[in-house]
């Protein structure tokens, strides 16, 4: 499993919007997220949370290509987090290795351009067709057919334009994005093996210090901050793990890779000796 570390170059991410707006301080960020155990940085410059302000794509590029060269220094592989056509056809020209869609790439006018990229896409689903996250009320028994039909038609589409399908990874999305009931989301976790056996692709899975697990344990809005350790998102990130997704997206690394590792050991063979 690979772990995905979330880089923010906003000014209004929920979590941490405005610390990593600096080129400096969003290269220092990456470095930390690495050290954390990443295997991949994903940079997103425009939120997508139901208060996120509208970011114009020439501010979003200008963001990302002040940070994008330097972080290809380091060797991790990058991805790019974008909705916006405009920054997804630049991106696919910074030699970068994924491009992640929150809409799962919509525009039809970008698939050939897709097609002929090497770049391996993050297909997400949300009940949002276009822009960022809305309040959007979901009845629980309809959003797993929701997001099979979601992904049967944009596999189809971009499997038509010359995607292969072998680039391709699906997210089924969490929180806001698959309604206002935290509900939504756990049935989602819950049903990952099923979406691996209808697919056989590669999941995702993006649950950090998402709003629906604030409000599964009660914590208060304004406690969603960058560098608190909350065990509900390790314990969401750890049963998407066991439900067997290949690609984590969080904002700490760190605990993740750790309890990993200590899973890890756990399943090593008893010697009846011991």
Do not use: C
């Amino acid at each position: 499993m690979k772990i995905l570390g979330i880089l923010n170059v906003t000014t209004d991410s929920f979590s941490d919007g405005g610390k990593y707006l600096a080129a400096g301080a969003a290269l220092s960020h990456a470095q930390v997220l690495a050290a954390g155990g990443a295997d991949i940085i994903d940079i997103g410059a425009a939120s997508s949370h139901p208060e996120a302000q509208a970011v114009a794509p020439e501010v979003e590029i200008g963001r990302l290509a002040a940070v994008i060269p330097a972080l290809k220094q380091t060797g991790v592989p990058l991805s790019i987090d974008s909705f916006a056509t405009e920054v997804q056809r630049w991106a696919l020209g910074q030699g970068i290795d994924y491009l992640n869609d929150i809409h799962g790439f919509p525009d039809p006018a970008l698939h050939p351009e897709l097609a002929a990229s090497p770049v391996k896409l993050i297909v997400m689903h949300a009940v949002q067709e276009r822009g960022v996250a809305v309040r959007t009320e979901v009845p629980s028994a309809e959003i797993f057919d929701r997001v099979t039909r979601f992904f049967d038609a944009r596999i189809a589409a971009l499997q038509k334009a010359g995607v292969a399908r072998d680039r391709l990874i699906l997210d089924p999305g969490m929180g806001q994005f698959v309604g206002t009931d935290p509900e939504n989301s756990l049935i989602l976790l819950r049903r990952l093996p099923e979406l691996r056996a209808r697919y056989g692709l590669p999941l995702l899975v993006s649950g950090s210090r998402k709003g629906f697990l604030r409000q599964l344990v009660g914590r208060p809005a304004g406690e969603a901050g960058a560098g608190r350790l909350h065990g509900e998102t390790l314990a969401a990130e750890m049963f998407a793990h066991r439900q067997g997704v290949d690609y984590i997206r969080t904002h700490a690394p760190s605990p993740l890779s750790d309890a990993l590792k200590v899973l890890k050991a756990l399943k090593k063979p008893v010697n009846p000796r011991q």
